[in-house]
């Protein structure tokens, strides 16, 4: 057994687990042999990271987060897991603010809450007000939290040492994805890097072309009252997006008119944090969309983010391209270009699966398609081809498919390619010249002044190595090993076989022209002889196909 140290928790975990019939881990923990990987159906899985604790069901929120390693139905399954545990009591609250703050409680704020106005697995949050008058929303970490993460961390470990022992764990890094995941765990105890990715995401939306900065709005972070265990920001009245009672505005505009403005507004806002800033929300629930009682949108909760790179953020975009002219040789070539994976792949294979999913919509209007559907398949696609993904890759489908789901959810009139139409238009327009075309413009022509330059010197470099002979070529052909063994064996067996004739050969001739018992008795040596190895070599063959 393992994490001796932690056999209490261990112990339960073992009883979790038998109560909800998963054998596979049952069999894992108990040491007996698991080499093929037996998944719980999804219900099971998430009602196993229930009866497990606050803990684990962050972890079952982050791993739905990942389709790139799960299939649909385990990500909607756990999506729908929620922080649903009793608030900590008012008094161990107090204790822990104390603590948190330089000065008197009584000096910094005039009033405080006690009752939280939501409460989850890691922190609660609970309304006040400073001494200056300003409402402010404090998010406390739960007193003891960090000490049940760490014990639960270790565990989580010690099962993927476990797992990794496996083919399964081995193919798939199991031990690698346990580190990402522990620290996700480990980030959400500092309400600092929370705040940091606040005060970014805050900066990166207040400017832009797309949309007017003034109707989206993300909560400022009082910094001089912030710690690693509180996190003290601006409150924002308001209720979550599919909970809005829109009744018109004192300009005529109907709530029709309103909800569809209300949707190209986020659509916006998240391609923007996309495919221009890199640095994108990734947790865009219904209940972190706020709107506000002055008609604004608010974005709530930024402890979740993703990143993505320049070279991701062009294959992303012209992967949206492909989708929607339904290309499926272009989806294949781009998801090569995303994977980090060194195995082969049989391009021909991928290339047919895609066709096979996109043949689906070529007799469906493109309005009535699910893009963040046709996303996930493209990952289950990848992943049956063992082709290993980045881990952003997951941050983005499931952002994908939350601010498609709620913006369906709240504007069922709503057609995607009519509102991304025009954002991907101008993202192909900013990959080719950029935001200062004359900008791009002097840098191709010093481009193709370089190469002016250079080409006839190289041109001269080549032709003087071709007449001289000194021109190599080197070529690293993949899968040349495995033909040689092969061509290695198929000699030896051949060599081997002439042997054996030989020896045959010659004890006939012996035996033919024998006229004295030594010549005799060679000859009857050499028959046994060759019939040994003939043996030899007809058992070696049907053992093995090859000769050692």
Not at 68 to 86: F, H, K, N, R
Request: glycine residues 6%; aromatic residues 8%; hydrophobic residues 45%.
């Amino acid at each position: 057994m393992f994490l001796t140290q932690t056999v209490p928790r261990q112990r339960e975990i073992i009883e979790v687990v038998l109560r909800n019939g998963w054998d596979y881990m049952r069999r894992l923990l108990t040491g007996g042999k698991a080499d093929e990987p037996q998944l719980p159906t999804p219900a099971v899985l998430k009602n196993i990271l229930v009866d497990l604790g606050p803990v684990y069901v962050k972890l079952g929120q982050l791993m739905s987060t990942r389709p790139d390693l799960l299939s649909a139905g385990y990500i909607e399954e756990l999506s729908t897991l929620q922080d649903e545990v009793p608030p900590v009591p008012w008094t161990e609250i107090e204790v822990l603010l104390r603590k948190q703050i330089k000065g008197p409680l009584e000096a910094t704020f005039s009033k405080i809450n006690p009752v939280p106005v939501a409460a989850g697995s890691i922190a609660q949050t609970h309304r006040a007000t400073l001494a200056d008058g300003r409402e402010v929303a404090l998010k406390v970490q739960r007193p003891g939290i960090d000490i049940t993460v760490a014990q639960d961390i270790a565990l989580i470990q010690g099962i993927a040492d476990l797992v990794a022992r496996t083919d399964f764990g081995r193919t798939y890094e199991i031990k690698s994805i346990a580190e990402e995941f522990t620290k996700a765990l480990e980030a959400e105890l500092d309400f600092t890097r929370e705040a940091n990715f606040t005060n970014q995401l805050r900066e990166n939306l207040s400017h832009s072309r797309w949309y007017d900065p003034q109707q989206i709005v993300v909560a400022e972070v009082y910094w001089d009252l912030t710690t690693e265990k509180l996190m003290v920001m601006e409150w924002l009245e308001g209720v979550p997006l599919l909970s809005a009672n829109l009744v018109g505005d004192n300009n005529g505009t109907d709530p029709v008119a309103q909800r569809k403005a209300i949707t190209t507004l986020l659509f916006r806002v998240f391609f923007q944090q996309l495919y221009i800033d890199g640095f994108f929300h990734a947790d865009p629930h219904p209940g972190n969309l706020f709107y506000l009682q002055d008609g604004r949108v608010a974005l709530l909760d930024c402890g979740m983010v993703g990143r993505l790179d320049p070279r991701t953020q062009q294959i992303l975009t012209e992967m949206l391209l492909a989708i929607v002219d339904l290309d499926a040789q272009r989806c294949a070539q781009l998801t090569l270009q995303l994977s980090d994976s060194t195995q082969p792949v049989i391009l021909i294979r991928l290339e047919n699966d895609y066709d096979r999913m996109l043949r689906k919509y070529h007799n469906i209007n493109l309005s009535q398609i699910n893009f963040s559907q046709v996303i996930y398949e493209i990952l289950q696609i990848a992943r049956n081809n063992k082709i290993r993904l980045p881990s952003n890759m997951g941050l983005y489908a499931k952002t994908l498919a939350n601010l498609e789901g709620v913006a369906r959810g709240f504007n069922p009139e709503l057609n995607f390619i009519e509102e991304i139409q025009p954002l991907l238009t101008d993202l192909v327009r900013r990959q080719l010249i950029g935001d200062n075309p004359l900008r791009s413009l002097l840098r191709t022509a010093m481009d193709i002044k370089s190469l002016s330059l250079q080409s006839p010197r190289q041109i001269e470099l080549l032709l003087d190595r071709v007449t001289s002979e000194t021109l190599q070529w080197n070529f690293s052909l993949r899968g040349l090993d495995s033909v040689r063994r092969t061509m290695d064996d198929a000699a030896n067996r051949l060599s081997f076989s002439i042997l054996v004739g030989s020896l045959i050969m010659g004890a006939a001739i012996i035996s033919n022209h024998a006229q004295t018992t030594q010549l005799s008795f060679l000859s009857s040596v050499l028959f046994a002889f060759a019939s040994l190895l003939g043996l030899w070599l007809i058992v070696s063959i049907l053992r093995s196909g090859r000769l050692k």
